[in-house]
């Protein structure tokens, strides 16, 4: 144990993450080859000499694959390369028949990009894209026999080559990213970013999508600190807490006198910690060189705007649209078009409605917190935009206040039900009702004599009590703004009968 100062030491230190991700492009065909692109079929039964890395026969890239990398490279803004190459990355794997990976290196299809992450505060993080490059995706081992399907516990693993060869994009992004909270916002908007564009599948179940996370910790103002890299982070969650983890350790060690060693560390989910594997075999030396059997990929401007012609609207140009078009703060307009199908959601509502404001207040709140908390897409919400709806409606009418339309809500996403009919299963409903709430008024000033004429000297603190009054008759009911209106009324026409 080193003597160390407790208290605020930690806070003196702070992150640096850049993340590392695979995209794994749903064309029709592999890579190179003409197999098909498949989930869960029999094992090896989607392969070919070329994808087995057989010798005597040749690769050819995939246009396909050529024009959805392009595509995910110009969304993020980044400069396509006159003249991209592939090159063969050597490393011997069982999971690689060719002992080699087809990929890029020092002219990949794309550099120099960004994406701008809108922050749940409302800010705005700029990361830097280093490069969008393209490569084959390798095969799959399954361990099996022995302990639970873990490679060092397992009898014997079986190699299924029915990925090797899938077309994979690597975006790698720069160190710009300081929290864990703004690395999974980064993964969040990268991952609806590429749905959008059609390119991919983009589930991290099912590895369509991957994250690895480099990270490391200095002083602000010091140069960057070693990093360490936490490898096939597949889910959200995962990515955020494998950080605070790493981070933690990191600080822990350094503050300790130890040094960080640039490795590949485990983050185990199961207790929450992280553990280092100090092994020599993180020295890897690739040997790296130019794939002799691929032409380079000369992609002319005309190409170039062509793909870009046939992008969706991206989520930049959306947040000005939706500031724009609907009057929203930069704030809500970023955060519903970072999000795909919730700012489809919105526009929805807010055509329905025919209030903007109220709708993206609805959608940004008590909606989107819903989906946080349940873990739910919003496609698969209860609650469709006809349904709340009907339920803005219930509030513009005056039948519900805030207040009950927010427990109202709460009901219709754990039963399924309509607003209406959980308001008149539950008699719930706020009096609104002009003629009603009119005749109770007016038989409450009649009842507090004493009250109505404090009121009338001018207490107008009395109005509160009267208030009182109706919300106890009504049950808490009563429109508030209407009770108020009513009773002035009442308690005015008084002075001029009397
Ligand atoms: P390597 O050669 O080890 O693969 P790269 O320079 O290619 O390293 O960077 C890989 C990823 O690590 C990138 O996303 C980059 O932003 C990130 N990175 C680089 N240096 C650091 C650092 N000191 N701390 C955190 N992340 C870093
Ligand atoms: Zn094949
Ligand atoms: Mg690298």
Redesign the pocket.
Known sequence: MSARPTGTGRERWEA?????IHVQLNTRTKMFCGCEVTFGEPPNTRVCPVCLGHPGVLPVTNEKAVEYATRIALALDCRIADRTIFHRKNYFYPDLPKAYQISQYDLPLGIGGHLHVELEDGSNLRVGI?RVHMEEDAGKLIHAGGASGRIDGADYSLADFNRGGTPLVEV????DISTPDQARAYLVQLRNLVEQLGVSDVNMEEGSLRCDA???VRKPGDP??T?TELKNMNSFRFLHRGLEAEIERQIEALESGESIVQETVHFDPATGTVSTLRSKEEAHDYRYFPEPDLTPIELDAAYVERVRAGLPELPAARKERLAGQYGLPPKDAGLLAANKPLGDYFEALAGATGDARTSANWVLGDFSAYLNTAGLEVAECPVTVAALTELLGLIADGTLSGKMAKEVFETMTSTGESARSIVAERGLGQISDAGELDAIVARIVAANPGPAEEFRQGRDRVLGFFVGQVMKETKGQANPQMVNDLLRKHLGSQVSQG
């Open positions: 640096v993450i850049g993340l590392e280093t790698v992004s720069e160190p480099n990270v490391s960057l600190g990093k």
